[in-house]
Each structure stands twice: as structure tokens, then as C-alpha cells.
């Protein structure tokens, strides 16, 4: 499913076309989204100008004049840019239409979204209780190390929990562990903090690779020209399973833990 980095490379396409621009018209063609689009979307944003386009946690945010549209790509979604005169195909379900292209959304299995929220935007129950954004600041070693404190949960359920750090979905999370050597099996509280430092830089750098190769294509995942993501060719654990490491030679490992898969090195990552 899309994570943090496609929506990040989502949000980096679709801004320079539509920032500044006006929107003319919402067309909702199927609105039986994860949670239905607001039958009055249309009346509440069109005519107004997009502000900017931001993204947080792996929400993507079209900030108005008066509030903001708050999308979700869920597991299989899009959002492409398109001209006027293209056609939608059957799981296209709405076009955000604006004075020279569309922001079309694509979702085969339909667990996206499209809500609003006046302003502030961060009070939609969505966003109120998201944590820190794990590419900036706010997210350091002392935040990690006091969400751990005393945790006796996998380190691996901890960090894609979006209460503690946003964004750290299975992926990025299999190969942030990797990176720093962490079983994630390991209870979050019995991890150092000088080995929660290094899963700092270790989530920071992943996830910022990742942007610059556009993402992870694993299964229906493209960019918003409609080109996939290409950071698969670089993970080193994730949809490996068997595999040899390719660090030690020893074959990795896969369990499940919080009904996702979990795929590491037993010797490389303790």
C-alpha cells in the first residue's frame, strides 16, 4: 500500500500544476470510498484557490481558502495528473478538476478517501492525534526513547505506530531495522538509547531514499505522471524471505507480528 514516501513523491507531482490554481468542479463518479465523500463537497471548495499542497503522515493535504481536502490513497490509490480530454477508466472514482488538468484518483480496491475540514485542518479527528513526522526535528532520539520507555510491545509495532512517529509503515519499517541492526522482535523498552539513536537515523535515511527513487511499487503504486516507484530494487530485507542476506550470506527470516510481515537476519540483527 502507498507509504509515507508515495505520498510524499504524490504530493511533489501534483503540486506545480495545481498550486495557485482555481478549481472549477469536483466530479465524483463513485463517492463509496473507505468513508463516503461528502455528498456537498462540490458546493463547499469549488470556486476557491488551492493555497498549497502539503502531506502529513501519509495524508495528502490541498490547502484552500477556507479549510482544507484531506486524501488518502488506502491500499491500492492514485492520484495522477490528467488533461481534460482524457477518459476515466472504471476505478477512476473522482476527478479534482481545475483551470488546465485534472487530479484524477484512481483506487481498484476503494479504501482511499476524500474528506474536508475548515481550518485548522490539524482538529480532523484523522490528523488530531498523529505524532511527530519522522523526516523533521520533532523526531529525535529523546521522543523514541521516552515513547520506549518501559514498553514491553515489539520495537517493530512501536515505531508504525502512528501515535509514537508517522509514516513508518511495514516497509520502511522491516528496512529501518535492518539498517540499524535491531531484531524487531526486541521489546521496545529494552533497547538501548544509543541503539534507538542509531533506528533514528536509520528511519530518517530509508524513508528519505525512498522519496528520492519515488517510492516502493509492489503492487498497484504509481507516481502522479502514472510511473511506478522504484525503491523495490533497492530493499534489502523486505519480500525477501529465504533469501541470503545480503549482508552475512544467512537466509533471512519472516514472522508475523501485528498480522504483518516481518522479514529479517537473525545474525546480522539482534
Same mark, same amino acid.
Given at each position: ?6 505520498? &510524499? =513523491? ?9 498550486? %495557485? ?5 469536483? &466530479? ?11 455528498? @456537498? ?6 470556486? !476557491? ?18 479549510? %482544507? *481536502? ?21 476505478? @477512476? ?20 478517501? *476524500? *474528506? ?19 523526516? =523533521? ?8 526513547? +521516552? ?39 526486541? !521489546? ?20 528519505? @531514499?525512498?522519496?528520492?527513487?519515488? %517510492? =516502493? ?21 523486505? %519480500?525477501? =524471505? ?19 510481515? +516481518? ?8
Amino acid at each position: 500500500m502507498p507509504e509515507l514516501p508515495e505520498v &510524499e =513523491t504524490t504530493c511533489a507531482g501534483i503540486a506545480p500544476h495545481i498550486t %495557485g490554481q482555481l478549481l472549477r468542479k469536483v &466530479e465524483v463518479r463513485d463517492g463509496r470510498l473507505r468513508w463516503p465523500i461528502p455528498e @456537498d463537497l462540490n458546493e463547499i471548495v469549488a470556486g !476557491q484557490t488551492l493555497v498549497k499542497v502539503t502531506r502529513r503522515g501519509k495524508y495528502v493535504l490541498m490547502h484552500f481558502q477556507t479549510g %482544507g *481536502l484531506i486524501g488518502h490513497l488506502g491500499m491500492t490509490g492514485s492520484m495522477r495528473i490528467v488533461t481534460a480530454d482524457e477518459p476515466p477508466a472504471y476505478h @477512476d472514482h473522482f476527478d479534482l478538476c481545475f483551470d488546465d488538468c485534472l487530479v484524477r484518483y484512481r483506487d481498484p480496491r476503494r479504501f482511499g478517501s *476524500l *474528506l474536508w475540514q475548515d481550518y485548522p485542518l490539524e482538529e480532523h479527528a484523522l490528523l488530531a492525534d498523529l505524532g511527530p513526522e519522522p523526516l =523533521t526535528d520533532d523526531f529525535n532520539v529523546d521522543v523514541l526513547h +521516552t515513547a520506549c520507555k518501559g514498553k514491553k510491545q515489539p520495537i517493530k509495532t512501536l515505531i508504525m505506530d502512528s501515535k509514537k512517529v508517522v509514516g513508518v509503515g511495514n516497509i520502511y519499517a522491516n528496512e529501518a531495522l535492518f539498517m540499524a541492526g535491531i531484531n524487531p522482535n526486541r !521489546q521496545a523498552g529494552r533497547v538501548s538509547r544509543k541503539r534507538l539513536a542509531v533506528l533514528v537515523e536509520a528511519i530518517k535515511q530509508v524513508l528519505a @531514499d525512498a522519496i528520492k527513487q519515488g %517510492g =516502493t511499487t509492489l503492487r498497484n503504486f504509481v507516481d502522479s505522471e502514472g510511473n511506478p516507484g522504484y525503491f523495490k530494487q533497492q530493499l534489502q530485507v523486505y %519480500g525477501r =524471505t529465504g533469501k541470503p542476506c545480503r549482508h552475512c550470506g544467512e537466509a533471512l527470516i519472516e514472522v508475523r507480528l501485528g498480522q504483518r510481515s +516481518t522479514v529479517y537476519c537473525r545474525h546480522c540483527q539482534r
